[in-house]
């Protein structure tokens, strides 16, 4: 019976007990390749009518030399990877062929070694000769020589290593792909919305997952050890990694970060605010208090432009405050080294001095007029008074992504050199975690938030501006690194000193108005449910408003609300307004205090506005917080809050020309002065052996930046 077999280019086939891949067909000539590589040609006819012949083969598994290849690795990657005594062999036996082949172990004539070529591998020999001889060598047969020729002629050096000790072993070969697509799954769906938990959760969380969408059972998981390994392998954050290292994870781009380039001062500068990890204290109620740190960051040099201290909740003035700093020089301090003044740096002096006479009593930190600034997107950055200030200074805004701290790298690192270099080395400093937090941070804190806002002006002015930054280099010499001072006298040299605006009524600009405007009564303008006036108003009492809308703007410092502020069209002067029922012992108050009163008042049934029982309430309140005896946590941090803002208020307005001051308020009667609400003082210890006349001690100046108009 005669047995019909159809054999084609591809096929696989036995012969000789070797397994043989057909790759041409000639007429009644056949190519094959072995497994091993081995290439021969025979008759078709000898084929088939061998008894070592079976066609039809399987095809060879995947051996562990092919195995990197099959998972898309590069050799070249692998072999470079392998220990040295493996790769040591493979290039002894390429240098054994390239012997065979050319008779020079380097495979270069022109390079020879000592006694080559050998007699046994003249070139002039023949291949079989030569084949012979190195097999004897390195004690091989002849065929396993032909076979590493070949092998190595197709695929180079990796022919040559053992395939036994360059396997490359896939760790979740064995692990059902729809348990590691469940894996990752779970690790998506809680990584935001989930506190850390042990491996047992989420793996009984994974199998009910693999139940819901294949059925119950039908997918299990594989042994706690092996799930462990393949979830550290798999996911980039462990499920029992601190929440807020998981979510930081996710914000991640999911392509290549970009770069932010900036080659002159003021080009490109961002903003961005931090809890800073210092505990404030308050002397007069012993209140810890935490603070924020909102800074400005020149790209191009890596300056720190300006720096703002604020109690927990920076508000839209702080910002806009902020960008006017920017464009500020720095005031020198009385105990500072003349090292620090703004003159020492490398830069023309006298000649920028003659633009700009203010920088004669300036520190060290560079003075800029940005054009762009890139910040996220937090309200007090949103507010319409930054986005105002902006537009009337030709400066642009760009928005960086919500969640994405990459947008801004250089100041996400700078609050990182802040900690290390400023925060960790004051009495205070709590850590940015509270597993790092020792027990007695509170009873370490002795620095007041304006102290802690000297404290940082010097290290700023004398540490971080004068010392080598990794990110700075000399153009032509990328190992010189450069401090921002060095950097901002270079751009100078480049770019130029751009002169920076100086209105005289800044403070006032920036402050916010009351939309969409108020009407100027008999009795004052109404703002929150309070009353102001001033003489100013009268003569623009029911006066209709030039303006579009038919209203009077009002602006006011949400910081103090016991003044507004009026604009004279007539005079172009500023007048403060003052609220009609603030009392002589009130003192300055926040929005968020006046919120506060009102809130007590609607709990008490009563008419939240009318102007005496808010004012009672706030001196009711403001009472309570100046009893030492009635002092609450809540209470004493309302009072620093409110002090502190009130004392930044006053400091902000003396950088501008001063408004036309309200009248003195009422007297207070003699029956409700019987002890002062505003004047807390903090109460001596009984061992306390000096007598100091608070008194005498007299108030710091505040340096002016319009000395002309002192007069």
Known sequence: MTRHQRISVEDWVEFEDERHQVTAIDGNRIRLRAVTGHRITIMLSELLTDPSFRANAAPPAKSGDDEGESLGLDRGGILATLPADVRTAALEREAH?????????????????????????????????????????????????????????????????????????????????????????????????????????????????????????????????????????????????????????????????????????????????TPLDVLAWDAATGAMTRAELTVALDVATRSILAWRLTPVGTKAIDIGLLLADVMTPEPMRPAWDDALRYAMLRIPYERILTVDERLAEAAARPVVYPETLLFDHGKPYQSEVVRRFCRANKIDIQDARKLKATDKPQVERLFGTIREQFSMHVAGYTSFNTAHRGRTAEEQARWSIDEIAEFFAEYVVAVYQRQSHRGLHLHGFPDLTVSP?????????????????????????????????????????ELNHLVYNADVLYQFRKAK?????????????????????????????????????????LQPFTDLTLREAKRLLIQRGKNPADQAQIAEALRQLQNRTDAPETWSKTARRRWQRDDHRARAQESDAQRSAPAVPAPPPAQVPAARQSRPATRLHPVPAPDDDFDLDLDSIQAAPVWNLNPAQEN
């Open 485 to 525: 001072n060095e950097a901002y006298a270079m751009a100078i040299g480049a770019a130029g000193y751009v002169d920076c605006p100086r209105a005289p009524s800044l403070y006032y600009e920036l402050l916010p108005i009351v939309e969409p405007g108020r009407v100027i009564h008999s009795y004052g303008i």
């Open 97 to 273: 062929l390239l012997e065979l082949t050319t008779g020079y172990r380097s495979g270069d004539p022109l390079n020879p070694q000592p006694g080559e070529p050998r007699s046994a591998y003249d070139p002039d020999l023949p291949m079989t000769d030569r084949v012979r001889s190195k097999a004897t060598e390195i004690g091989l047969k002849e065929r396993r020589v032909w076979n590493l020729l070949d092998e190595w002629d197709s695929k180079g050096l990796w022919a040559l290593v053992d395939g036994r000790k360059a396997r490359i072993r896939n760790p979740l070969k064995n692990i059902d792909p729809r348990v590691i697509q469940a894996i990752r799954e779970q690790a998506t769906a809680e990584v935001l919305d989930s506190s850390s938990a042990v491996t047992t959760r989420f793996r009984r969380r994974t199998q009910n997952r693999l139940d819901a969408d294949y059925g119950a059972g039908e997918v299990p998981l594989p042994k706690d050890d092996t799930f462990r390994r393949a979830v550290r392998l798999l996911l980039d954050r462990s499920p029992s990694d601190p929440a807020y290292q998981r979510a930081t994870a996710t914000t991640q781009p999911d392509r290549p970060y970009g770069t932010v380039i900036a080659h002159r001062p003021g080009q490109v500068v961002m903003l961005d605010t």
């Open 545 to 585: 408003s030039p303006y579009p809308n038919g209203l009077w703007p009002i602006r006011h410092d949400p910081r103090n609300l016991l003044h507004a502020y009026f604009h004279n069209p007539r005079d172009g002067r500023w007048y403060t307004l003052r609220w009609t029922h603030a009392l002589s012992d």
